[in-house]
């Protein structure tokens, strides 16, 4: 299926993986061009201003920089698409504490700025839904982790000590090591969205993906330290808001109705970031240089 990329710059362009059969250059906090949408039979719309830890420094941005992007896109949509759009929210923040896994239709409790930016892009979702017929497939995606290339900026805690062991940093670990994550490998919510975006619907919804397993910060940092050869060094601070203590989700809903199944474990996926992460430098051989680094611990 032939794709139309949307990205900020010629630079990004030029960063793609892989080769599109339209390239889009354009500033969403600007407007989004005349046909950019048009004929489009699925959006993914992966644009993002923030990470979590950017939150608790600057709430208003996710809504200031976020939404209208978010909205301009929606707006084309219903002007001239015809197509559906793919959002992914947050499955790790949108539900606040849980004891048990969260359903799609549990309450929703954020307690950060940027989980509630993806509750408030998903209100926006349904209003356009509502009012336009604009369909959607939102999906509350949980911790994601295997990026090979270095975090620019720190989001994903799995992602980001392994960055910190192979530049030699110390990580700063936030929170008490007993806090509990759903963490999901790359591959397995890259075929989710993919699932999302190609398979053909007359519903619209709003899916937890994740691997319906917790982990503790405590096992993530043994992992790391096992698949580095122990070359991952970190130092706990306190004073930072960690987040809930457990985040958890049931994914019943979305293996259901796309047949899909995550296929990595949390031990087989650290070890292939790991992987793919020493690649990458052997490929850039960018020099690095040791510091300490502010890290919060998780993604969600």
């Known amino acids: 299926m032939p794709v139309r990329a949307l990205v900020r710059s010629a630079d990004d362009a030029a960063r793609l993986s892989f080769t599109p059969a339209e390239i889009v250059v354009a500033d969403l906090l ?15 719309y992966l644009a993002a201003t923030s990470v979590p830890a ?12 976020g939404l209208p992007a978010l909205n301009g896109v929606l707006a084309a949509l219903a002007r001239e698409g015809g197509g559906r759009i793919v959002f992914p929210s947050s499955g790790g923040s949108v539900y606040g504490e849980r004891a048990e896994p969260a359903g799609e239709t549990a309450p ?6 940027y989980a509630l930016g993806k509750l408030l892009g998903e209100q926006t979702i349904a209003f356009w839904n509502r009012t336009a017929g604009v369909g959607f497939d939102v999906l509350r995606l949980t911790n994601v982790y295997g990026s090979p290339t270095p975090r620019a900026r720190p989001q994903g805690v ?4 392994l960055d910190d062991a192979l530049a030699g940093r110390t990580s700063r670990v936030w929170g008490p090591l007993a806090v509990e994550r759903d963490f999901l490998f790359v591959d397995d919510a890259a075929e989710a969205v993919v699932r ?3 398979t053909a619907r007359s519903s619209d919804g709003v899916y937890n993906v994740g691997f319906d397993e917790t982990h503790a910060l405590s096992e993530v940092l043994a992992l790391v330290a ?21 985040s958890a989700v049931d994914a019943a809903a979305f293996r259901r109705d796309f047949g899909w199944r995550p296929q990595t474990g949390l031990g087989d996926g650290v ?10 430098k052997e490929r850039s051989a960018r020099p690095t240089s ?5 890290t919060s611990p998780w993604t969600e």
């Open 108 to 113: 929703t409790a954020p307690r950060s700025a």
């Open 30 to 44: 600007k407007g989004v061009p005349e046909g950019t949408v048009r004929g489009v039979s699925a959006v993914l």
């Open 196 to 198: 999302a975006a190609l």
């Open 54 to 65: 950017d939150s608790p420094r600057d709430p208003a941005g996710e809504f200031a920089r």
């Open 271 to 280: 070890r292939e970031t790991w992987r793919r992460k020493l690649a990458m």
């Open 158 to 161: 799995i992602d980001v000590f």
């Open 290 to 294: 040791p510091s300490l680094q502010v």
């Open 226 to 246: 096992e698949v580095t050869g122990g070359d991952h060094r970190w130092i706990a601070e306190g004073g930072h808001d960690a987040g809930v203590n457990r």
